[in-house]
């Protein structure tokens, strides 16, 4: 079983020979603001490693491949290859995580060489067209391939077949057209069911779209001609926008919360975005921390100071909690927390010990010593709050870890509530599926409206009607 982790250099290297420039897979400030949550690894060059690791110098061709994308693979996260013969015309590739299966790989092999007839086309590009169904359906075009062979041979050095190289050449171009030509979106790729022939490399290859569905963010192609026929499928990145301050502004008319000194723990997206600027809006004195998306963050204390309100930055990885953070805890006199530090959240289908140990890690190990290290403050009582899911009551079986992490949770918070010694309360509540770039699908879901629940979370917690 061959394994490996990808790093930047290898998404560089594969995005100079495909042209692929989708920012999912090369920008961290733009991925940390996806439901991705981080940088996601190119698919097809997974697909290319583990071909060249598994697949025999004795298989003369491969005349067909199915790939299916079960899950994402991000920057440096450890993938595993493992090889199945189904048969004397069948290869099975499994890719997978520890956690999870990544991608299912099938190659129907062949002994002998393939060829058919080669197909023509004179359709030119289309330009680039909105996000419905019948602009979509109009796309057609050409692909054209990035064929530098030299520098394919020197990042997958096993494949050195003349007439292999061609085909990668072909399979690894399908990247750039679903990461970056196909339309204003980028997407990513969900299904590819290619058959080959054996032809002279072309410059370009025919495709159409075949079907869009927007509720789904779902697209499927075409493609044809310079040796290779078949279809693909894929997904457009759900476009997000920054959550908009005027909007949060707009049910405020009281700056109740004047001066108020208040801490967000993982303010720099999502919930703890929104919660940050309500905060700012109701005129408290903020200070929120970030640990990776400090492009973001610039952002948030940018747009807020522009409007002459207050609000400071502060570096914390709240999993390994370092002098100069204690220092910073203790020194500042905070009257209300809102803890929003959490890892990326994933989907799994059946129980994962290792994914449920980084919940723990964060929503209890993490929390518990930010409480300790408050209790040892000279201040007043503060009042902090903890978000849970509605998945509790939902019981969602795809996030089994999350919600019993989250139960471990809310019992701490009972827990730490009933001693009366301590100089907090927490208030802890089941939220719903709120709409922020990270929590985003690429599926049609109903989101409620994440600045109205936090306002009602910042009143209950400061006893104000």
Sequence with gaps: MYKKKFN????????????????????????????????????????????????????????RIKINFLNFVSLNEEVFVKK???????????????????????????????????????????????????????????????????YIKKIYTKINNAAAIEKIVRLISISRLVGVQLNNNPGVLSSIDLSFQNTSLKNKIYFKVKNFVKKFSFCELEIEGNGIKGSIESLLIPEINQINFNEITKGITKKILLNKKILVVGGSSGLGEITVKTLCALGANVTFTYNNNYKNSKKIITDIKKLNLKCNLFKLDVTKIKKKD????????????????????IATNKFNK??????????????????KILNQTKENKIKIFFPSTIYINEKNTKFIEYINAKKKAESLCDRFNKKNNLKYYILYERLPRILTRQSSSFYDLNYSNGSKIILKIIKKLNNIK
Excluded: C
């Design 326 to 345: 204690l220092i910073f805890l203790n020194s500042k006199k905070f009257e209300n927390i809102f803890y929003f530090a959490t890892p990326k959240i």
């Design 84 to 150: 199945i013969k189904n048969s004397n015309k069948k290869i099975q590739l499994i890719i997978k995580s520890k956690k999870e299966r990544k991608i299912i790989i099938e190659n129907f092999i062949s002994n002998e060489k393939i060829s058919f007839q080669k197909n023509h086309h004179t359709l030119k590009n289309k330009k680039k067209n909105s996000l419905k169904r019948k602009n979509m359906k109009r796309i057609k075009g050409f692909l054209f391939l990035q064929r530098n062979k030299n």
């Design 354 to 371: 290792d994914l449920y140990k980084e919940y723990l890690n964060y929503y209890v190990e993490s929390f518990k010593k930010i409480l």
């Design 8 to 63: 930047n250099n290898d998404q560089l290297n594969f995005s100079k020979i495909t042209g692929d420039s989708n920012p999912i897979h090369l920008d961290k400030s733009y991925a940390k603001n996806t439901l991705f949550q981080g940088i996601v690894v190119h698919g097809l060059n997974i697909v290319v490693w583990a071909l060249e690791k598994s697949i025999s110098s004795k298989i003369k061709d491969i005349k």
